[in-house]
T-cell receptor, first 115, second 115 residues
Protein backbone atom coordinates (compact mmCIF):
# COMPACT_ATOMS: atom_id res chain seq x y z
CA UNK A 1 0.00 0.00 0.00
CA UNK A 2 1.38 3.43 -0.94
CA UNK A 3 2.55 5.55 1.97
CA UNK A 4 4.04 8.92 2.75
CA UNK A 5 7.70 8.80 3.76
CA UNK A 6 9.75 11.37 5.63
CA UNK A 7 13.46 11.86 6.22
CA UNK A 8 15.23 12.15 8.52
CA UNK A 9 13.32 10.44 11.30
CA UNK A 10 15.28 12.46 13.88
CA UNK A 11 17.20 15.71 13.54
CA UNK A 12 19.21 17.50 16.20
CA UNK A 13 20.42 20.99 15.40
CA UNK A 14 21.88 24.02 17.09
CA UNK A 15 19.79 27.13 17.56
CA UNK A 16 20.24 29.46 14.61
CA UNK A 17 20.99 26.70 12.12
CA UNK A 18 18.90 25.89 9.07
CA UNK A 19 17.18 22.54 8.67
CA UNK A 20 15.43 20.93 5.74
CA UNK A 21 12.82 18.27 6.35
CA UNK A 22 11.98 16.04 3.45
CA UNK A 23 8.84 14.23 2.45
CA UNK A 24 7.86 11.96 -0.40
CA UNK A 25 4.06 12.09 -0.78
CA UNK A 26 1.96 9.29 -2.23
CA UNK A 27 2.69 9.31 -5.94
CA UNK A 28 -0.67 10.29 -7.44
CA UNK A 29 -1.53 12.82 -4.75
CA UNK A 30 -1.54 16.53 -5.58
CA UNK A 31 -2.25 18.23 -2.25
CA UNK A 32 0.51 18.41 0.33
CA UNK A 33 0.64 19.61 3.90
CA UNK A 34 2.96 20.19 6.81
CA UNK A 35 1.81 19.97 10.41
CA UNK A 36 3.71 20.12 13.65
CA UNK A 37 3.13 18.68 17.09
CA UNK A 38 4.96 20.08 20.06
CA UNK A 39 5.44 17.38 22.69
CA UNK A 40 2.26 16.84 24.65
CA UNK A 41 0.20 19.18 22.52
CA UNK A 42 -2.23 18.87 19.65
CA UNK A 43 -1.29 18.64 16.01
CA UNK A 44 -1.19 22.08 14.37
CA UNK A 45 -1.51 23.00 10.71
CA UNK A 46 1.42 24.85 9.17
CA UNK A 47 0.91 25.05 5.41
CA UNK A 48 -0.83 23.51 2.43
CA UNK A 49 0.61 23.32 -1.07
CA UNK A 50 -0.95 22.68 -4.47
CA UNK A 51 0.11 23.27 -8.04
CA UNK A 52 3.55 24.43 -6.98
CA UNK A 53 2.36 27.15 -4.67
CA UNK A 54 1.19 27.68 -1.14
CA UNK A 55 -2.59 27.43 -0.84
CA UNK A 56 -2.95 28.33 2.79
CA UNK A 57 -0.71 28.93 5.77
CA UNK A 58 -1.25 29.37 9.48
CA UNK A 59 0.04 32.16 11.69
CA UNK A 60 2.79 29.79 12.80
CA UNK A 61 4.20 29.68 9.27
CA UNK A 62 6.14 32.93 9.32
CA UNK A 63 9.11 34.09 7.25
CA UNK A 64 11.36 31.59 8.96
CA UNK A 65 9.58 28.77 7.14
CA UNK A 66 9.44 27.90 3.46
CA UNK A 67 8.23 24.96 1.41
CA UNK A 68 9.28 23.66 -1.96
CA UNK A 69 8.61 20.86 -4.37
CA UNK A 70 12.02 20.74 -6.04
CA UNK A 71 11.22 17.78 -8.29
CA UNK A 72 8.32 15.49 -9.08
CA UNK A 73 8.52 13.51 -5.89
CA UNK A 74 9.95 15.47 -2.95
CA UNK A 75 8.21 18.06 -0.81
CA UNK A 76 10.42 19.94 1.63
CA UNK A 77 10.01 22.18 4.64
CA UNK A 78 12.90 24.53 5.36
CA UNK A 79 13.29 26.23 8.71
CA UNK A 80 15.80 29.07 8.64
CA UNK A 81 17.56 30.12 11.84
CA UNK A 82 15.91 27.56 14.11
CA UNK A 83 14.69 28.53 17.57
CA UNK A 84 14.33 26.43 20.70
CA UNK A 85 10.55 26.54 20.33
CA UNK A 86 10.79 24.91 16.91
CA UNK A 87 11.49 21.61 18.67
CA UNK A 88 8.57 19.40 17.70
CA UNK A 89 7.43 16.50 15.59
CA UNK A 90 6.86 17.60 12.00
CA UNK A 91 4.39 15.65 9.90
CA UNK A 92 3.97 15.72 6.18
CA UNK A 93 0.62 14.67 4.71
CA UNK A 94 -0.70 14.19 1.21
CA UNK A 95 -4.18 13.97 -0.25
CA UNK A 96 -5.61 12.62 -3.47
CA UNK A 97 -7.74 14.48 -5.97
CA UNK A 98 -11.47 14.36 -6.39
CA UNK A 99 -14.60 13.16 -4.68
CA UNK A 100 -13.93 10.39 -2.22
CA UNK A 101 -10.23 11.25 -2.03
CA UNK A 102 -10.53 13.93 0.63
CA UNK A 103 -8.39 12.16 3.20
CA UNK A 104 -4.96 13.21 4.35
CA UNK A 105 -2.41 10.46 4.86
CA UNK A 106 0.41 11.24 7.21
CA UNK A 107 4.05 10.31 7.09
CA UNK A 108 5.86 8.90 10.13
CA UNK A 109 7.15 12.34 11.13
CA UNK A 110 10.51 13.96 11.74
CA UNK A 111 11.40 14.61 15.35
CA UNK A 112 13.31 17.91 15.45
CA UNK A 113 15.26 18.92 18.51
CA UNK A 114 16.81 22.39 18.65
CA UNK A 115 19.52 22.85 21.26
CA UNK B 1 -13.52 28.91 12.89
CA UNK B 2 -13.77 25.20 13.43
CA UNK B 3 -12.87 23.76 16.82
CA UNK B 4 -12.60 20.16 17.95
CA UNK B 5 -12.97 19.14 21.59
CA UNK B 6 -11.98 15.86 23.17
CA UNK B 7 -13.07 16.00 26.79
CA UNK B 8 -11.40 12.78 27.95
CA UNK B 9 -7.63 13.27 28.35
CA UNK B 10 -7.14 9.65 29.43
CA UNK B 11 -9.13 6.44 29.35
CA UNK B 12 -8.45 2.81 30.06
CA UNK B 13 -10.18 -0.42 29.12
CA UNK B 14 -9.65 -4.09 29.79
CA UNK B 15 -8.52 -6.25 26.91
CA UNK B 16 -11.47 -7.63 24.91
CA UNK B 17 -13.84 -5.00 26.31
CA UNK B 18 -15.47 -2.12 24.44
CA UNK B 19 -14.56 1.55 24.90
CA UNK B 20 -16.00 4.76 23.48
CA UNK B 21 -13.98 7.93 22.96
CA UNK B 22 -15.86 11.22 22.73
CA UNK B 23 -15.41 14.11 20.33
CA UNK B 24 -17.46 17.22 19.72
CA UNK B 25 -16.84 19.94 17.18
CA UNK B 26 -18.10 23.34 16.26
CA UNK B 27 -18.63 24.51 12.72
CA UNK B 28 -21.01 26.51 10.57
CA UNK B 29 -20.27 24.31 7.56
CA UNK B 30 -22.95 21.90 6.39
CA UNK B 31 -20.62 19.60 4.52
CA UNK B 32 -17.35 18.35 5.96
CA UNK B 33 -15.32 15.31 6.95
CA UNK B 34 -14.46 13.89 10.33
CA UNK B 35 -11.60 11.56 11.14
CA UNK B 36 -10.10 9.57 13.94
CA UNK B 37 -6.33 9.13 13.90
CA UNK B 38 -4.32 6.84 16.15
CA UNK B 39 -0.88 7.84 17.40
CA UNK B 40 1.03 4.96 19.05
CA UNK B 41 4.23 5.55 21.04
CA UNK B 42 6.16 5.72 17.76
CA UNK B 43 4.18 8.99 17.21
CA UNK B 44 3.17 8.08 13.70
CA UNK B 45 -0.33 9.31 12.75
CA UNK B 46 -2.43 6.43 11.49
CA UNK B 47 -5.86 6.92 9.96
CA UNK B 48 -8.45 4.86 11.80
CA UNK B 49 -11.74 5.90 10.30
CA UNK B 50 -13.35 8.59 8.14
CA UNK B 51 -16.91 9.95 8.10
CA UNK B 52 -18.49 12.16 5.47
CA UNK B 53 -20.98 14.54 7.07
CA UNK B 54 -23.55 14.21 4.30
CA UNK B 55 -23.76 10.46 4.86
CA UNK B 56 -26.15 9.45 7.61
CA UNK B 57 -24.73 5.96 7.91
CA UNK B 58 -22.06 5.61 10.55
CA UNK B 59 -18.67 4.52 9.26
CA UNK B 60 -17.17 1.21 10.40
CA UNK B 61 -13.74 -0.34 9.97
CA UNK B 62 -13.49 -3.79 11.48
CA UNK B 63 -13.49 -3.31 15.27
CA UNK B 64 -13.77 0.47 14.96
CA UNK B 65 -17.06 2.29 14.47
CA UNK B 66 -18.35 5.79 14.97
CA UNK B 67 -21.52 7.32 16.31
CA UNK B 68 -22.00 10.45 14.23
CA UNK B 69 -24.67 12.81 15.49
CA UNK B 70 -24.66 15.76 13.09
CA UNK B 71 -27.24 17.86 14.89
CA UNK B 72 -25.39 17.47 18.17
CA UNK B 73 -22.01 17.90 16.43
CA UNK B 74 -20.78 14.77 18.09
CA UNK B 75 -18.45 12.12 16.64
CA UNK B 76 -17.54 9.34 19.04
CA UNK B 77 -15.30 6.36 18.33
CA UNK B 78 -16.17 2.90 19.58
CA UNK B 79 -13.48 0.25 19.80
CA UNK B 80 -14.82 -3.26 20.23
CA UNK B 81 -12.83 -6.25 21.47
CA UNK B 82 -9.99 -3.97 22.57
CA UNK B 83 -6.48 -5.26 21.97
CA UNK B 84 -3.19 -4.36 23.62
CA UNK B 85 -2.06 -2.87 20.31
CA UNK B 86 -4.88 -0.33 20.52
CA UNK B 87 -2.97 1.47 23.28
CA UNK B 88 -2.26 4.91 21.81
CA UNK B 89 -3.29 8.54 21.65
CA UNK B 90 -6.43 9.02 19.60
CA UNK B 91 -7.09 12.30 17.83
CA UNK B 92 -10.38 13.45 16.41
CA UNK B 93 -10.04 15.77 13.41
CA UNK B 94 -12.27 17.98 11.25
CA UNK B 95 -11.77 19.01 7.65
CA UNK B 96 -13.99 21.21 5.49
CA UNK B 97 -15.46 19.73 2.34
CA UNK B 98 -13.39 19.47 -0.84
CA UNK B 99 -9.70 18.95 -1.27
CA UNK B 100 -7.01 21.25 -0.02
CA UNK B 101 -8.28 22.18 3.39
CA UNK B 102 -6.33 22.08 6.60
CA UNK B 103 -7.35 19.66 9.34
CA UNK B 104 -8.25 20.80 12.83
CA UNK B 105 -7.36 18.38 15.59
CA UNK B 106 -8.62 17.83 19.08
CA UNK B 107 -6.25 17.61 22.02
CA UNK B 108 -6.34 13.82 22.01
CA UNK B 109 -7.36 11.00 24.33
CA UNK B 110 -4.73 8.67 25.70
CA UNK B 111 -6.16 5.15 25.68
CA UNK B 112 -4.56 2.34 27.65
CA UNK B 113 -5.67 -1.24 27.09
CA UNK B 114 -4.96 -3.35 30.15
CA UNK B 115 -4.29 -7.11 29.99
Amino acid sequence: EPEVTQTPSHQVTQMGQEVILRCVPISNHLYFYWYRQILGQKVEFLVSFYNNEISEKSEIFDDQFSVERPDGSNFTLKIRSTKLEDSAMYFCASEGVGTGQETQYFGPGTRLLVL
Amino acid sequence: AQTVTQSQPEMSVQEAETVTLSCTYDTSESNYYLFWYKQPPSRQMILVIRQEAYKQQNATENRFSVNFQKAAKSFSLKISDSQLGDTAMYFCAFMKHHNNNDMRFGAGTRLTVKP
